[in-house]
T-cell receptor
Framework: GAGVSQSPRYKVAKRGQDVALRCDPI?????LFWYQQALGQGPEFLTY????????KSGLPSDRFFAERPEGSVSTLKIQRTQQEDSAVYLC????????????FGSGTRLTVV | GESVGLHLPTLSVQEGDNSIINCAYS??????FIWYKQESGKGPQFIID?????DKRQGQRVTVLLNKTVKHLSLQIAATQPGDSAVYFC???????????FGAGTRLFVKA
């Protein structure tokens, strides 16, 4: 597609519920990133994929967070047993190569845990 | 859409004036720097980048200046327009790494 597409746009989850957030990167982009953005803050790195390989997951806050990109295109970020502190905007970004480039971000999924 | 940067530093400028947004970074190993613009309800949008072997780079209406001695980065916007109103983030990569680290952001408000 023309840009990075994320769904759903908004998600309200009850505490303890599992959620899955989807990212469709720009076609052919090798690198895919997930970031978490709390209100009033800059995005914080969660994880990085190069094709289907998850090369860095050092930013995932806990073992409740899991990301995958099984075929090297679409990616899913899953959060198990959601907590109120998980409420944030989850941003996906992609870039064409593996070097230093500016990313193309999606519009994000706003997750609210009640 | 939701608001971005409710409690961020704010720069208010008159339409047509030039804007300068400043950013300090802390890691001397940072070698690639990017400025992003984020409008409410949207993801960050790439504006301009600069590598550590340069001290200035110009784009369309925007200029980025890098001072490695004092670890300072600035974004200059010429002839600021209402459409430039947004939150601006500086970001850095370290040691040719792929991970981008974002700063806290500055809200730019353009008065018509």
């Amino acid at each position: 597609g023309a840009g990075v597409s994320q769904s759903p746009r908004y998600k309200v989850a009850k505490r303890g519920q599992d959620v899955a957030l989807r990212c469709d990167p720009i076609s052919g982009h090798v690198s895919l990133f997930w970031y978490q953005q709390a209100l009033g803050q800059g995005p914080e790195f969660l994880t990085y994929f190069q094709n289907e390989a998850q090369l860095d997951k050092s930013g995932l806050p806990s073992d409740r967070f899991f990301a995958e990109r099984p075929e090297g295109s679409v990616s899913t970020l899953k959060i198990q047993r959601t907590q109120q502190e998980d409420s944030a905007v989850y941003l996906c970004a992609s870039s064409p190569g593996t070097g230093n480039y500016g990313y193309t971000f999606g519009s994000g999924t706003r997750l609210t845990v009640v | 859409g939701e608001s971005v940067g409710l409690h961020l530093p704010t720069l208010s400028v008159q339409e047509g004036d030039n804007s300068i947004i400043n950013c300090a970074y802390s890691n001397s190993a940072s070698d690639y720097f990017i400025w992003y613009k984020q409008e409410s309800g949207k993801g960050p949008q790439f504006i301009i980048d600069i590598r550590s072997n340069m001290d200035k780079r110009q784009g369309q209406r925007v200029t980025v200046l890098l001072n490695k001695t004092v670890k300072h980065l600035s974004l200059q916007i010429a002839a600021t327009q209402p459409g430039d109103s947004a939150v601006y983030f500086c970001a850095e990569n370290i040691n040719r790494g792929f991970k981008t680290i974002f700063g806290a952001g500055t809200r730019l408000f353009v008065k018509a």
